[in-house]
């Protein structure tokens, strides 16, 4: 194990969260690690609040709702990232984080940083004691990754009115599921798996409200 893997390791047993995540919540990009997660016996902590309400948190490894005394804190940085408003991020968070970009995830300590969806999930998948039951015939990273982004490709459900005003066909929607009835089939029930639908539940049926 190199030190970077140990910086992580020691919570598979003794539920101290192995990884802490930050980011605007609900997110099908968060849910390939804590979809992970379940399926691996991983401990993680994620914080985060939904999109609208992020700009009022402080971006750091202990990251929260901001208060006064953050806001004049020498080591806390004013930027914006495709969020409404002035986001605060400190100093240890940018080094960790250099795109300062979220979903962003750092060992227990806070020290080191992993970025990009893909990168956080694979370093649950590598916390895991063994990955026997995660590849061959079983429940692989694969359909983690699959189930989260097609979710998140999903998002236009939420437009269907707009799109077919302007005379615009959804990319998602019944022309898709004819022409892929297996994938949409296995994603429909990877929705249903009891370590999935605690995650894309919630995010789906916001889609299909706003449809409403």
Not at 113 to 123: D, L, Q, T, Y
Not at 125 to 132: K, Q, T
Not at 198 to 209: C, H, M, T
Request: hydrophobic fraction near 45%; proline fraction near 7%; charged fraction near 25%.
């Amino acid at each position: 194990m190199t030190d970077r893997h140990a910086a992580f390791a020691g919570s598979a047993g003794d539920r101290t969260p192995a990884l802490r995540i930050f980011s605007y919540l609900p997110n099908p990009r968060v849910a390939k690690a804590t979809i992970a997660a379940r399926l691996c016996g991983i401990t993680i902590e994620v914080r985060g609040a939904p999109p609208r309400e992020i700009a009022g948190w402080l971006w750091d490894f202990d990251a929260r709702p901001l208060e006064a005394a953050d806001t004049s804190a020498g080591s806390v940085r004013e930027a914006r990232t495709g969020f409404a408003g002035t986001l605060r991020k400190t100093d240890a968070f940018l080094s960790a984080h250099p795109f300062g970009a979220v979903p962003a995830a750092f060992s227990p300590d806070g020290k080191i940083g992993v970025f990009e969806s893909n990168s956080i999930a694979r370093a649950v998948v590598r916390l895991a004691p063994a990955r026997a039951f995660l590849v061959g015939d079983a429940l692989t990273l694969a359909d983690i990754v699959f189930a989260s982004e097609l979710a998140l490709f999903s998002a236009d459900r939420a437009s269907r009115r707009v799109l077919s005003g302007a005379g615009l066909t959804p990319l998602y929607g019944e022309e898709l599921r004819e022409t892929y009835p297996r994938a949409l089939a296995h994603f429909a029930r990877l929705c249903a798996h009891e370590a999935f639908a605690p995650d894309l539940g919630p995010y789906l049926e916001k889609l299909d409200a706003r449809n409403d």
